[in-house]
């Protein structure tokens, strides 16, 4: 059946995802962005349309035998691991963005594959085109978690693996915080706004679990049981959530920190800002290679990030081209005014941590 789902992102973009939907899975097409759902949504930034279409490649130039360009427009067959798919994009810079994606069934051999393929990976290349037009807009849409307390921001920014989740899952149960994303938020000069992806999931660990690496095969299936019955939805209100930002934390977990000096605050320099804003921005670029959010799939190529530098080879003055340098000046816009801090934390994740990161706030953001 046919469906549209509407989104709205604090006022500053509207899409559409536009679906031919399996019956009884209609949440899960919605678990990256439940927050974002409205019922209506007037003139959206992006559209996505998954299923068949007939595309409109002539006149392109031709890249690497396969990309399809021209002016605002990009189209081409692709495949990596178990995914095979036909993507369609017009309105890369000028007007709405329309993606046209069909998946190819041929790839999707195991029973599974033909679920999980058409449920996630539209949303996983969603999340990057959205990405993209958020900073046309003057916004980074950056691979931090932030929480926030009487409309302050603190921002922590690592890697996978360095706690990011598990510290906001603390700040919410133990320090009456606001949790504005444990994977990612968006950044403007003056506000953290926040940006809840798969908001459901962390409700669960936060109700739940002591900590992400509990999250393992049994609850996933618990969650997913648990989910598909109505019993974890969205907040309502999460998905409106800001806060002036306050301070940075880079955070890192450590092998040598000596036994008795369980977590380890350094200030950074205002001269180091530069560094800081590289470092960001490559955290930001790894997760295009960290399978899209689906390692499961195969993919590790990043093929939006292949598909946006294909078009830059064509037009090297275009909004796509300078991606990577107009974030950087957002970045550097909303971290100029703020303390910096590195981090680093024992390899083993327990609440002390979280007190002693707690404490440091207090006292000096």
Known sequence: MRQVLNYNIHDILRFQIRSDMIPGFKSLHNLRFSCFETQQVERPDIVLNTGGFTPENKNCYLVDHKYHIRDNYFYCRDSEGKVGWEVEITGLEQGDTVINLCLSKRFQKQPADLLRIPLFFPQALLLRVIEHRLSTKG????????????????????????????????????????????????????????????????????????????????????????????????????????????????????????????????????????????????????????GMGMPGFGISSAPFLRYMLAYSFVFPDSLVATWERDMATILRNTLENIPVYRVEIPPEYDPDIFNQIHRFIERNC
């Open 139 to 290: 916004y980074l849409l950056t691979h931090s978690a932030a929480v926030s307390k009487d409309d302050q921001a603190y921002l922590l920014s690592g890697r996978a693996g360095s706690f990011k989740t598990s510290l906001c899952m603390d700040f919410v149960r133990r320090g009456g915080f606001t949790c504005l994303g444990d994977d990612r938020v968006i950044l403007s000069q003056d506000r953290v706004f926040g940006f809840p992806v798969n908001y459901a999931i962390f409700d669960f660990m936060v109700k739940r679990l002591p900590d992400e690496t509990r999250f393992g095969l049994p609850k996933q299936v618990q969650f997913a049981a648990g989910y598909l019955r109505g019993k974890y939805g969205k907040d309502p209100g999460n998905g409106a959530q800001s806060g002036k930002p306050k301070a940075l934390l880079l955070v890192t977990r450590s092998r040598g920190l000596p036994a008795d000096k369980r977590v380890n605050f350094e200030s950074l320099p205002r001269s180091a800002l530069e560094e800081i804003v590289a470092s960001i921005l490559t955290s930001n670029r790894l997760e295009d290679f960290s």
